[in-house]
Structure formats: C-alpha cells, structure tokens
C-alpha cells in the first residue's frame, strides 16, 4: 500500500476519527484545528446505534450523563414519557473529541493546534497555509464542520447544501431524562439534554436565508419560549451559544460528489447529519470509517461509491421526510395516542435508539395508531351497546 501525506482539516468527530484511523494504517497524517480541545456547541447526545457501530465509544463512557427516559410535548402541550432499554450517552464534546485525537495521536498522527487559511492545487498535491506556514499533501480530507473553508475550495457550487441554525444555553440545573418540545409551525423544536453538571437547553430553527439575522431571531424565539413553557428555568445564568446544523432537504444535494481521486469531505463539512434528528456525530464517525477504508484498500477515489453503499439512503430518505415528519398535526397525533399506547411508546424508543428505519417509521406509526385508536372505540362502543 501506498504512504500517503493525508492533510485533515478540522478535528472534531469526524478530523480526529479519520486521523487515528489512517495513521493506524501507517500514513503519514497531519490534522490542524484551530480550536481544540473547545466545547463545540451541541447536544453531545451519542445513540444506542451509534455505541453499537462503534464499540470503543463504551470506553468513554464514564465521561458521559446515562439517560434512557424520555419526555415529549406535541405543539399543544400533551405529552408522552418513555423509557429506553438501552442509554443513550450525553458526552461534552469537549471530552469526547479530546479522547479520540488522543487517540488518533497515539496511533502516530500529528496534531496542529493551526488555522487553515488557503487550501490550492499544486500539481499532484495539495499546499495549505496555516497561520502563514506552508504544508503540502497528496490527500485533502476536508473535516471543518458546517461552515467549511475546504468545501467552498473544493465544491463551491454545491446545490441544495443548508444548513439550520440552532441557539441554546448551558444552564447549572438538573434533569433526569431528555426532554423535546414540539410547536404549531412546525419549523423546529427545543431540546434538554442532562449532561454530568448542567443541562443543555437548545431551540433548532429550519435554515434559509439571511442566516446573521435568523441567529438573532432563533435566540430571541428560544427565550420567548423558555419563558412560556419553562418559567423555572433561568437561561441567562448560563453560557449561550450558536450554531449551524447541516440540514439537508433536497434531494439532489445527495448527488454531488463528497469526494474524487485525492480530496474528501466528512462529517459535517460534508453535509452528513440525520435531517430530522440532527444527528452528526454518528455520521461523522460513519463516513471518515467509509474513507479510511477506502484509503486503506488503496482505492481512496472510491470513497464517494463507499459512503453511499453504507449510509446514503437512510440520510436522503430523512431528507425527504423531514417537513411531513414536523407537520404539527402528525406530531400532535402521534403524542396523543401514543399517551395511551405502549406501541407507539416502542416505536418512539426504537426511533431515539435509533433503531427504527425512516423507511418503514411512518407505516409502522401509523399501524400503532390505527390500534390505539381502536383500542379506545371498542370499549366505548359496547359501552354503548350496554347502555
Ligand atoms: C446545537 C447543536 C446540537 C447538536 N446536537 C447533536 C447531538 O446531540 N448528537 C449528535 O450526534 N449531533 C448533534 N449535533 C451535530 C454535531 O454537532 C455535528 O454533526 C458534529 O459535530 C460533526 O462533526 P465534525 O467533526 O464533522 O464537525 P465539527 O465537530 O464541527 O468539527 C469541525 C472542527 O473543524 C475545526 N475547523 C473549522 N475550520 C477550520 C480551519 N479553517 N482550520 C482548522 N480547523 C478548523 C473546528 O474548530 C472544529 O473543531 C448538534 C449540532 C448543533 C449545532
């Protein structure tokens, strides 16, 4: 196999875990990040799928808030409580990423604490400037998050890539599961994850235009809400944060090459990120593994093939789902009958472990509901029948 000089901008999730994973394999790696070790902000929430795929999470799991219980309320204030029979790990990203550019470290890889600047084609290499010093590169990995310096260099026409715009808070209180408010128009939800010593209050808002503005207005919105729904809690007594979520809706944004012969996008830069739970972690480890692989089968041209056979389908088909799955009216139903039905308590437990496929979710909730729904007009019909 041929060493390769594999340049990776970025070391989050995704940077770091193709980082360790290539210098495991041998090849020379460089991977610069500006800002780590930093709390990115973010949920931090890790699936049961996600510990599953990727065992060695379990290692880090000290480092994480446990939770299997859940809450939801529909637009109208009804909820559903369900317990999961496997937790779900809420890490700092702080921690979670340091453990694996540790990792990646050990393996042999070298960690600039730089800024990429400029990224050009020299030949057959790559040159990248980092806070003015020169690097060179037969392989670019592109691993700088949503809002990406090597995506615009390497893809600057990318049709359909959005993003959404979340605001939160780090707020000093407690709670013992996770907890999603849902609202009437449909454009987004808020989310509590527990974490060790705080809890992390966040609003998601549907991306679009003008995004300096809508920052400004998903704020103002999460504190209007937190002040309606959550009287009790005090967001300014914690840390605020903002932050952009890929958020893929068009189909054909799923058609354009992430990478080709001697470049590559992973994780967010990438736009790899469950449209309908936000979910970037697990893709962010999932598509620098489908890299890796191919650079150590070498054949790293054939990256783009791979990450489409391993996970493609299910993100474009989250995609083309998410507006009908955040259509108020389903979201209301689905929390008022699964109130009253364990079926649907499964479905939803299943759908946060992440063991529930988009392809059949719909179907299968709606065969719950269709049940529950007769489960409560059988009674009332022979109660009638007796009267
Ligand atoms: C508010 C919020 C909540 C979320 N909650 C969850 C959740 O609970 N679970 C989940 O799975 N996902 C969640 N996500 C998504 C998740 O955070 C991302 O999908 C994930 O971090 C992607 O990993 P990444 O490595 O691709 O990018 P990032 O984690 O964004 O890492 C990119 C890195 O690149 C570095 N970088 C950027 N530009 C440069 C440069 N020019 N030079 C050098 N370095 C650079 C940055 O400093 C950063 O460290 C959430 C996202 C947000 C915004």
Redesign the pocket.
């Known amino acids: 196999m041929e060493r390769l000089r594999i340049g990776i901008?970025?070391?989050?999730?995704?940077?770091a875990y193709a980082a360790w994973q290539a210098a495991a394999q041998g090849h020379q790696v460089t991977f610069?990040?500006?800002?780590?070790p930093?709390e990115?902000?973010?949920?931090?929430?890790?699936t049961v799928k996600a510990q599953t795929e990727f065992p060695w999470i379990e290692e880090m799991a000290p480092l994480a808030r446990r939770v299997h219980e859940f809450r939801f309320l529909s637009p109208t204030d009804r909820e559903i409580e369900f317990t999961c029979p496997r937790d779900t790990l809420i890490f700092e990203r702080k921690t979670f990423d340091e453990a694996i550019r540790v990792r990646a470290e050990s393996a042999g890889a070298l960690r600039m604490h730089r800024?990429?600047q400029a990224i050009e084609p020299m030949g057959d290499e790559w040159r990248l400037i980092a806070q003015d010093e020169e690097h060179r590169f037969d392989f670019l990995v592109g691993?700088?998050?949503?809002v990406s310096?090597t995506r615009d260099a390497l893809v600057p026409d990318f049709p359909g890539f959005q993003t959404s715009i979340?605001s939160?808070f780090l707020i000093p209180a407690q709670l013992d599961r996770i907890e999603t408010k849902f609202f009437g128009d449909s454009r987004g939800y808020l989310w509590f994850?527990p974490r060790q010593d705080h809890l992390s209050v966040?609003l998601?808002l549907w991306g679009g235009e003008g995004a300096a503005v809508k920052g400004r207005e998903t704020r103002e919105c999460l504190l209007e809400l937190l002040q309606k729904h959550f009287p009790d809690l005090d967001p300014t007594s914690g840390k605020g944060y903002g932050?952009?979520?890929p958020t893929i809706m068009d189909s054909k944004c799923w058609k354009v090459a992430r990478g080709g012969d001697n470049w590559a996008l992973?994780?967010?830069?990438g736009g790899f990120?469950d449209a309908i739970t936000?979910?970037?972690?697990?893709y962010?480890l999932r598509s620098a593994r489908a890299l890796t692989r191919a650079i150590n089968a070498g054949a790293p041209g054939e990256y783009d093939r791979v990450w489409r056979a391993e996970f493609g389908p299910e993100l474009e088909k989250a995609s083309q789902l998410v507006h009908r799955f955040y259509q108020p009216g389903f979201v209301e139903r689905v929390i008022r009958f699964g109130a009253q039905s364990n079926g649907i308590r499964t479905v939803l437990a299943d759908l946060v472990m992440g063991n529930q496929s988009y392809l059949t979710l719909r179907r299968r909730l709606q065969r719950e509901i269709l049940r529950a729904g007769w489960r409560r007009i059988v009674p009332m019909r022979k109660s009638l029948k007796g009267a």
């Open positions: 901008v970025g070391a989050g999730p995704a940077g610069f990040d500006h800002r780590a930093w990115k902000p973010c949920g931090g929430g890790i800024k990429v691993a700088d998050g949503a310096l979340a939160g994850f966040g998601c932050a952009f979520i992973v994780g967010d830069a990120v936000g979910e970037g972690i697990f962010a």
